[in-house]
């Protein structure tokens, strides 16, 4: 396992880290399975969990708690908040009300007194960043976090909130944690440029792009992978989109084999290669999923191979630009553009 400092923070972290959406509900993941998947992370050299309040309305984090009971010292514990929970207006979003609340509710959850990151998991722009950074400081300060950072924020944003941070004399975000991966690299444009220049640790989440570099997602094979259930629209190869993913999961499986490498081990190669990224999350829902991406803790792609990988899917450029999650709302939702 490679091993890298978290930003300016001077933490050490695993290249691969373990994210928990899994855990529970989402990926019908029984305690014992989390459990399990916990013992081999920890024992292949994975140092940093990653889970958020709203996986599983809390059950993911519950989960969390007792796979790591005894042995929270050894572990980068992080968790988010900030998406709704339930449908009481107020239990969402970046208020001071808000997250105070929660992060009490989320260390409840985990059975803990601290967590190593707090991250606030989507920008929220109905609240300034002098609201967010002033509860957070103070969080920190109390001793409930050790550090802060944000969740698919876009570059702009990170930008902004580091600059409100420094004019009200706050602490910072440290890290931020944007979607990457070979099929989504639209983050190459502006956001990782930002995140080098503030010197921010960056956990990237989906390097496998929702299962499609997983290797089990192939032309002439039915597409049966546990997200196709309930997002359906995201592997309908008729949609011109999927179909284009398909076609560049194709080249990219015939480089793979050429290389001497598995699917997955070049697609978190190519994500953990980018000097920008700390580490990429990887959310198995089994061991035996674990095992097949911990094959990539060590893979180091050379030139050559990632030279070939920007021929078939082009720097900065997404696949699926309708996935992306940091569009400004203005460009969802015509009423905040014609007033």
């Known amino acids: 396992m490679q091993y890298r400092t978290l ?20 990926g019908r993941t029984t305690q014992d399975e989390a459990t399990a998947i916990v013992d081999a992370a920890l024992e292949a050299g994975i140092n940093v969990i990653d889970t958020a309040d709203m996986y599983g309305d809390g059950e993911s984090e519950e989960m969390v ?26 239990h969402q979003g970046s ?3 808000w997250l105070v609340t929660e992060l009490d509710a989320s260390l ?7 967590v190593d990151l707090y991250q606030i998991h989507r920008w929220d722009p109905n609240t300034g960043d002098e609201e967010t950074l002033s509860a957070l400081t103070d969080l920190q300060r109390a001793g409930k976090i050790r550090y802060f950072g944000s969740s698919t924020f876009p570059a702009h944003r990170i930008v902004q909130a580091q600059w409100a941070a420094h004019e009200h004399r706050l602490s910072r975000y440290v890290t931020e944690q944007p979607s990457y991966s070979i099929l989504q690299r639209g983050i190459e444009t502006h956001v990782l440029p930002v995140t080098q220049e503030y010197g921010l640790g960056v956990l990237v989440w989906s390097p496998l792009a929702s299962g499609w570099l997983s290797g089990a997602i192939r032309a002439g094979r039915d597409i049966t992978t546990h997200r ?4 359906p629209a995201r592997f309908d190869t008729t949609i011109p989109a999927n179909r284009t993913r398909l076609d ?39 061991v035996d999923h674990l095992r097949a991406q911990l094959a990539a803790a060590d893979t180091v792609l050379t030139d050559d191979v990632l030279d070939a990988i920007d021929e078939i899917v082009a720097p900065g450029t997404d696949l699926a630009p309708d996935e992306k999650y940091d569009t400004p709302p203005a460009l969802l939702d015509p009423s905040l553009r014609r007033r």
């Open 7 to 26: 930003g300016r923070t001077g933490v050490q972290v695993s290249a691969l880290a373990l994210g928990a959406m899994n855990f529970g509900a989402i």
């Open 108 to 114: 409840r959850r985990l059975g803990v007194d601290h």
């Open 248 to 286: 560049a999961v194709e080249r990219l499986a015939t480089l793979a084999d050429e290389a001497g490498l598995t699917l997955i081990q070049l697609a978190l190669g190519f994500v953990t290669a980018h000097p920008g990224v700390t580490s990429a999350l990887v959310g198995p829902r089994t």
């Open 95 to 97: 208020s001071r009300r």
């Open 65 to 90: 708690g007792k796979a790591i009971a005894g042995r929270r010292d050894d572990i980068v514990l992080a968790t988010k908040a900030g998406m709704p929970i339930g449908n009481e207006r107020n």
């Open 228 to 231: 196709s259930a309930f997002l």
